[in-house]
C-alpha cells in the first residue's frame, strides 16, 4: 500500500479467517503489485485490493496457471489475466519413503524380489536385482498407499457414517465392531499421508492432523516455485517454456558476462590446486577391482531385507 491510512479494520481479519477455512490462497500473481489506484495527483494512494483466488482441486488441474496484472489504462481497477495451464510432468526419481518398512507384506516383497536368479558378474547380479527391486517397491506403493488423500477422506466418511447408525441401533454389535474396523483403517490411512507429507515437506511437523491443509501448502509451493513466463528488458512478455529458459540464460550472461574457453592451463591449476595424488594413489585409483574385493562385498549384503532397512534408517538420518 502507498499513501492513504494504514490502520487494519476488523473486517479484514474475518475475511482472513474466511479463506483459511474455506482452504483458498492467491494465485500466484506476475506483472504490476498494485491492482487499484484513486487516481489523485495530490494525495496518490495505490493498494493491492483484487485478488485471484484458487482452491486445492485448481491447484491440482492446473499447477502452472497464474494471473497477469497488466496496466489498468483508463481504468482505476488492473485487469487480471489468468493463465489456464498444467505443468509438464517430469520423470521423478526413485524414493524411498519410511511407512512402507512398517507394512506387514514389505519384508515379504523385498525377498521375493531379492530371490530372482540372474546370471553374469557379482557387479551386473547387484545391479540388476537393485533395478527389480525398485520395480517392485513402485507396484507395492500403488497397491498400498496410492491416492492417500482421497482414501482418508473415503475412510473419515465411512467412520461418520457408521458412528451416526450407532445413534439410531446402539444396541447392535455389529456397527460397534465395524466402527473399531473403521477407526484403525483411517488412523493407519492418516498417519501414512502424514509420513509421505513429512518426507516430502521437511517442514511439516508431525501432530498437524490438518493434512488437507499442508497437502495444499505443499502443492502451492511447488507451483509457486516454477516459472512459467517472464518478462525481457524491453517489456516484452514471454511464456513459452524454451523461451522463458533462454530468458533467463541470455540475462544472466548479459550480466555476469560469457566467453568460450580456449583450454585449460595445467600451469595455473598447479597453482590453485597445489595439492595432488602421489603416483601410488593414481596408480590404486586406476588399478582394476579384484573379483576377491567383489565377493567380499557381496557376500557381506547376504540378507537383502536387512539392507534395505539399514538404508531406509541411513536415509532417514539424513546420510
Not at 527391486?133 to 506403493?141: P, Q, T
Not at 518426507?199 to 498437524?208: E, I, T
Request: hydrophobic share 40%.
Amino acid at each position: 500500500m502507498v499513501g492513504g491510512s494504514h490502520s487494519w479494520p476488523s473486517w479484514q481479519n474475518d475475511l482472513t479467517t474466511y479463506l483459511f477455512q474455506s482452504v483458498l490462497s492467491d494465485l500466484r500473481q506476475n506483472g504490476y503489485l498494485f491492482t487499484w489506484s484513486n487516481r489523485q495527483d495530490k494525495a496518490p494512494i495505490m493498494k493491492k485490493l483484487d485478488q485471484v483466488l484458487a482452491n486445492l482441486t485448481w491447484e491440482c488441474d492446473f499447477s502452472g496457471s497464474e494471473a497477469y496484472l497488466p496496466p489498468s489504462g483508463v481504468s482505476d481497477h488492473s485487469p487480471m489475466v489468468v493463465t489456464l495451464a498444467a505443468l509438464p510432468s517430469q520423470k521423478t526419481p526413485f524414493k524411498f519413503f519410511d511407512i512402507w518398512a512398517e507394512h506387514p507384506q514389505f519384508l515379504s516383497v523385498v525377498a521375493k524380489a531379492w530371490a530372482i536368479d540372474v546370471k553374469g558378474s557379482s557387479m551386473y547380479q547387484l545391479c540388476h536385482k537393485l533395478k527389480h527391486l525398485k520395480g517392485e517397491l513402485k507396484k507395492f506403493s500403488k497397491e498400498f498407499f496410492a491416492n492417500l488423500p482421497r482414501r482418508v477422506v473415503r475412510a473419515k466418511e465411512a467412520l461418520k457414517e457408521v458412528q451416526r447408525m450407532i445413534q439410531h441401533h446402539p444396541l447392535d454389535s455389529t456397527f460397534h465392531t465395524e466402527e473399531s474396523r473403521l477407526i484403525k483403517d483411517y488412523l493407519e490411512l492418516s498417519r501414512a499421508e502424514e509420513s509421505f507429507l513429512k518426507q516430502k515437506a521437511q517442514w511439516l511437523n508431525l501432530g498437524d492432523k490438518n493434512s488437507k491443509f499442508f497437502f495444499q501448502s505443499m502443492k502451492l509451493f511447488q507451483s509457486r516455485s516454477k516459472i512459467t513466463s517472464i518478462s525481457t528488458d524491453d517489456g516484452a512478455r514471454v511464456e513459452t517454456p524454451g523461451e522463458v529458459s533462454d530468458t533467463i540464460v541470455q540475462f544472466f550472461q548479459n550480466l555476469l558476462g560469457f566467453h568460450e574457453v580456449a583450454g585449460v592451463d595445467e600451469d595455473m591449476l598447479q597453482r590453485v590446486l597445489p595439492r595432488q595424488l602421489t603416483e601410488i594413489q593414481r596408480e590404486d585409483l586406476d588399478r582394476s577391482v579384484l573379483d576377491d574385493e567383489i565377493k567380499m562385498v557381496m557376500f557381506s549384503l547376504k540378507d537383502p531385507v536387512r539392507m534395505v532397512l539399514v538404508l531406509a534408517s541411513l536415509r532417514r538420518l539424513g546420510i
